[in-house]
């Protein structure tokens, strides 16, 4: 009870971090309401960065939402049945954040015949906006993956294979190699373009526990969050 006017006086990063810890012990005292308002005090200290990032974001979803962004139902049996260059074992891990993919990477990647990397940047530093830079003249995933030469895809898939290995712990051999990586799934249409006989493991919860978990971490810098 005495924590919480220091969290809204001292608007600085920890006092930020401190109004989400204060409501997280609230809420474990079913004190909900003052959980809530702790909540919304953490966020309303990062709220000033959220404000130039909230309508670049919002622009971003439409886009994604758009029709002509997302590729055919044809185009995508169509790539499935094209031949793969070489043949390995993959699986992509994606979803929502909060969506539950860190303890289902944990559990799958406990087997010994899985090598798991977490979250790494390779997908989008060494494959994906390549690609974009390559096709910079076109609007829309559609319109890009369609473009790609099988010569773009083998490079993109040489560059990824060749950075992923080192993002497992030890020698990938044989192992089915599983990139668990939310941040993929906004453009999983891509790496599906890239990998279609890769296994796709989509996490699912329900939605309100998903929005509920992401207001109530102290995700640093993801200002998704606070918008």
Same mark, same amino acid.
């Given at each position: 009870s005495t /924590?919480? #006017?220091?969290?809204? /006086?001292? +608007?600085?990063p920890y006092s930020c971090? %401190?109004?989400?810890? /204060?409501? =997280?012990?609230l809420d474990a005292q079913d004190r909900c309401a003052e959980a809530y308002a702790a909540f919304r005090a953490a966020k309303d200290i990062q709220r000033s960065e959220a404000a130039v990032f909230? #309508?670049?974001? +919002? %622009? +971003? $979803?439409r886009h994604l939402q758009a029709e002509e962004h997302v590729p055919t139902v044809e185009q995508f049996r169509h790539w499935a049945d094209e031949p793969p260059a070489a043949l390995r074992r993959h699986a992509l891990l994606v979803g929502c954040p909060r969506s539950g993919t860190t303890l289902l990477e944990r559990m799958v990647?406990? =087997?010994p015949d899985v090598a798991s990397s977490s979250e790494s940047a390779i997908w989008h530093?060494?494959?994906?906006? #390549? $690609?974009l830079r390559e096709r910079s003249e076109l609007s829309g995933m559609r319109a890009v993956l369609a473009s790609l030469t099988p010569q773009q895809l083998q490079a993109g898939r040489e560059r990824y294979w060749r950075s992923i290995v080192h993002t497992v712990q030890g020698e990938p051999g044989e192992r089915l190699l599983l990139d668990k990586n939310p941040s993929i799934f906004p453009v999983l249409a891509g790496a599906v373009r890239l990998f279609p006989q890769a296994r796709v493991l989509v996490a699912l919860r329900d939605p309100r526990d998903v929005?509920?978990?992401?207001?109530?971490q102290h995700l640093y810098g993801d200002r998704k969050s606070v918008v």
């Open positions: /924590l919480f #006017p220091y969290t809204t /006086l001292f +608007r600085s971090q %401190a109004g989400y810890e /204060l409501g =997280h012990v909230e #309508p670049m974001w +919002r %622009a +971003r $979803l990647g406990s =087997h530093s060494e494959v994906w906006m #390549p $690609l929005v509920w978990s992401c207001f109530t």
